[in-house]
């Protein structure tokens, strides 16, 4: 878009923060104080293990601020954030030194999308490759309109409620890909969709997030009262 054409753009919607809502300047959607103040990940904890994947990263916690923005960005039409989540993740991949040659991402089912008009992963994967240089495809379709994750309670309900629900649609021998999806819980959607694509030839397959879950709020700093401020996921 054009210089002029932003500017009006900015006149009509005033950027906002991402994740305060109070009003910015520039094209970036994050104020300093939450520049500062997010619930980062020190880069060891960014890493975890789940099955089919050969590492998943996220760069934040999906906590207090984080989650009520994730929030907003997948159920209140706020699809403009991707810009500042894809930031993140880009330089979470850059400090991971992941090595990938394809950006991918876990669809949506047509139902929801039709729903919601945008698929929140597909704009991330979109805006990490566009930032990284790297390709990016759809590579997955969504075969059932599953219920959502969030209204499972166990992990082993997590996983029976996303089996079999992805196919591939393309074919990528030995390929690095890396597979990216808003959050990850307890990591049964990126484990099953990892699978199709490693069964379709992939060679390694990585997830990225931008948030990721606690799951062991003992380590994470307390308020004075003793009650953990990001126990709230
Ligand atoms: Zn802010």
């Not at 994740?19 to 890493?47: H, W, Y």
């Not at 993740?89 to 729903?115: I, Y």
């Not at 059932?144 to 996303?162: D, H, I, L």
């Not at 597979?179 to 390694?204: C, F, N, Q, R």
Request: charged residues 25%; contains cysteine; hydrophobic residues 35%.
């Amino acid at each position: 878009m054009s210089d002029l054409g932003d500017r009006l753009l900015d006149l009509l919607y005033p950027p906002k923060c991402a994740f305060c809502g109070k009003l910015v300047r520039g094209r970036r959607m994050i104020c300093p104080d939450c520049e500062a103040g997010l619930p980062t990940l020190a880069p060891e904890l960014q890493r975890q293990d789940i099955s089919h994947l050969a590492v998943c990263v996220s760069p934040l916690y999906y906590t207090g601020v984080v989650r009520h923005s994730l929030h907003r960005y997948k159920f209140g039409g706020a699809a403009a954030y991707y810009r500042v989540y894809a930031e993140l993740m880009a330089g979470c991949l850059h400090t991971q030194a992941l090595q990938v040659d394809l950006v991918t991402w876990v669809p949506l089912s047509r139902k929801r999308l039709r729903k919601r008009g945008y698929d929140q992963a597909r704009l991330l994967a979109e805006e990490v490759a566009r930032l990284t240089g790297l390709p990016c495809e759809p590579t997955l379709e969504k075969t059932r309109n599953n219920p959502a994750q969030s209204g499972t309670s166990s992990a082993e309900e997590r996983q029976k409620n996303v089996q079999g629900v992805y196919r591939t649609v393309t074919s990528f021998a030995g390929e690095h890909i890396l597979l990216v999806d808003d959050i990850v819980t307890t990591g049964a959607t990126l484990s099953e969709a990892a699978g199709m694509l490693l069964d379709a030839g992939a060679d390694e397959v990585f997830g990225l997030t931008l948030a990721r879950t606690v799951r062991n709020p003992g380590n994470i700093r307390t308020d004075s009262n003793g009650e953990s401020k990001y126990a709230d996921f």
